[in-house]
């Protein structure tokens, strides 16, 4: 058998290690029209920034290592210039050469992941706007970064008055690669401007989780501009670039980042005839097929299976590519492997913090008219409070009021954020419920949790709500209920809310006389756990109360 693998990132490079290594039999021939394999485009931003200083460090495998290690004709600076699927072959052209040569397949794999989205807006072209997707995309950044600029509206490496070094940057788009470059330009001293059309950063957060990384980008210095487009650039009269946006506002620029997002490659599945899904990308099975039985798609190029909803979805990460490459080894080697979708379980850096997201967001359930489900949100902290270096962990879980299944989990905070979210991806990976998570057995010592864990937290409130130890309100669905703020005076008078009556917690039982017992209430603190006290306390005593969920904290940062 003859397996020709189109792409020799990410999930094509696994792929053919993965094949190897069940069939020493096969031939394997893997293409690659860039000069490298196996790279690590996720660290790209971090070589920009200076954090991974030399390139070699991003390449993750070399041809040389895929001929001799795992006997793969791997060919690098080749590309796909045609697919005859009825004969089964493919044309190639060597792009150091030049020469066109045909080869023949029993079985085709299709990795060519996806490009930047790259508008043709006014301007585009001109330097200094860079997209960031390949290896030699971050060489050209970092030298544009390196290099002199004669403020007079020339470049230069010579002149003493007007020389300077790149200190204005505007990134485009708030999504992860957005987010990373961000960080490393403003690592690297540049004032740094976000441009995002949307009304927040980092799309698949619901808005209210955004909000809190819109806050920590404004702390650390970046310039955060939302709800305005970006309509097209002009050289700027003292050199450099000038950023136009569809509000009329101008900004200056001496780099450019477009990172609007990326759409799939979908040249190699039209010379194929594959079927191609309503959201752009190759539809395929569970086994990673496409419409046509012998070839076969994986990675961003492909549309998948949302886990939790079962909806088509376009989830452009790597470690969902990696085990599709794994996967289809598996099936070309005869063994009956099968893709379980994808959950979008990422994260991304953000200065000293991160912010993590897994399964579903609140706002994906409203757009699919899905309504069983039930919110909370909790502020614990990442490890033992005693313990120094403790941290705020705001937490969104999402699950099932039917049934308590988890559904989504969004965690952002500056200690602890990774293994929380793992938790509650495995949790949803392995079907848990709520009540999984309340029993769940998680390490513990001082400096890395709390003996009453956050996802342990999450799991507990959330089965509160559910068994009814705990009715559960929102900020932006009170309606007419009576207010009642159990936080001390001295915090009341820091920040209030309007129209609410302050009881303080302490003083709650010998006060009962005042609150209305024929008005729902809902009660609020700091964060939702001394109003917790004080719900059960009202509840008891014939009381009609709820506890609103996050408080103080949650309140902070909702959405308009």
Not at 57 to 63: K, Q, R, S, W
Not at 254 to 273: H, T, Y
Request: charged share 25%; hydrophobic share 40%.
């Amino acid at each position: 058998m003859k397996v020709i693998i189109v792409g020799g990132v990410a999930g094509g490079a696994s792929c053919a290690a993965r094949l190897r290594r069940l069939d020493e039999r096969i031939e394997i021939l893997m293409v690659e029209r860039g000069p490298y394999v196996s790279y690590a485009n996720c660290g790209l931003p971090y070589h920009v920034g200076g954090t991974i200083a030399e390139e070699a460090n991003l390449l993750v495998a070399t041809e040389q290592m895929f001929r001799v290690l795992f006997k793969v004709d791997c060919r690098i600076n080749c590309e796909v210039i045609g697919i005859n699927s009825k004969a089964k072959t493919v044309e190639l052209k060597n792009h150091v050469s030049g020469e066109v040569t045909t080869e023949s397949y029993d079985k085709l794999v299709l990795s060519p992941g996806s490009a930047p989205i790259r508008p043709p807006l006014p301007g585009i072209d001109l330097p200094g706007i860079f997209s960031v997707r390949t290896v030699p995309d971050a060489r050209h950044i970092r030298e544009w970064l390196d290099r002199d600029i004669d403020r007079t509206g020339s470049t230069s490496f010579t002149g003493v008055d007007t020389i300077s070094k790149p200190k204005n940057a505007v990134v485009i788009g708030g999504g992860f690669i957005g987010l990373e470059m961000v960080e490393n330009l403003k690592e690297r001293g540049l004032d740094v401007t976000l441009v995002e059309k949307l009304n927040q950063v980092m799309p698949p957060l619901d808005t209210e989780m955004a909000r809190l990384v819109e806050r920590y980008l404004r702390k650390h210095g970046v310039k955060v501009e939302l709800s305005d487009g970006v309509a097209g650039f002009q050289k700027g009269k003292m050199g450099g670039l000038e950023v136009l946006t569809d509000s009329g506002k101008v900004y200056p620029a001496d780099v450019v980042i477009m990172a609007i997002g990326v759409k799939p490659e979908l040249s190699l599945a039209k010379m194929a005839g594959i079927e191609i899904g309503q959201l752009g990308g190759m539809r395929i099975d569970d086994q990673m097929k496409t419409s046509d039985p012998d070839i076969f798609a994986l990675g961003d190029a492909c549309e998948v299976k949302n886990f939790v909803t079962g909806q088509w979805a376009l989830i452009p990460l790597a470690g969902p590519a990696n085990r599709q490459g794994r996967i289809v080894a598996d099936v070309i080697a005869g063994r009956a492997s099968r893709f379980r979708g994808t959950q979008g379980t990422s994260i991304c850096k953000l200065f000293d913090a991160a912010i993590a997201q897994t399964g579903v967001s609140e706002k994906q359930l409203i757009a699919l008219g899905d309504k069983d489900y039930e919110k909370i949100y909790l502020y614990p902290n990442s490890h033992a409070g005693y313990y120094p270096g403790a941290k705020t962990l705001p937490v969104k879980l999402i699950f099932r009021k039917s049934n308590g299944l988890v559904l989504g989990a969004q965690v952002m905070g500056e200690d602890g954020v990774p293994k929380r979210i793992d938790s509650f991806a495995m949790a949803i990976q392995m079907g848990c419920t709520i009540y999984d998570l309340e029993e769940s057995e998680l390490c513990y010592a001082p400096p890395y949790g709390t003996g009453k864990d956050p996802v342990n937290f999450a799991g507990m409130i959330a089965a509160d709500v559910l068994r009814g130890d705990m009715p559960l309100v929102h900020w932006d669905s009170l309606g007419d209920s009576f207010l009642l703020d159990v936080r001390s005076p001295q915090e009341v008078e820091v920040e209030s809310v309007p129209g609410a009556v302050n009881i303080p917690l302490p003083q709650l039982r010998s006060r009962l006389a005042e609150l209305p017992r024929d008005r729902e209430i809902a009660l609020f603190c700091r964060s939702a756990q001394r109003s917790y006290y004080a719900t059960r306390i009202l509840l008891q005593n014939g009381f009609k109360a709820k506890n609103i969920s996050g408080s103080m904290l949650s309140r902070s940062h909702r959405a308009d």
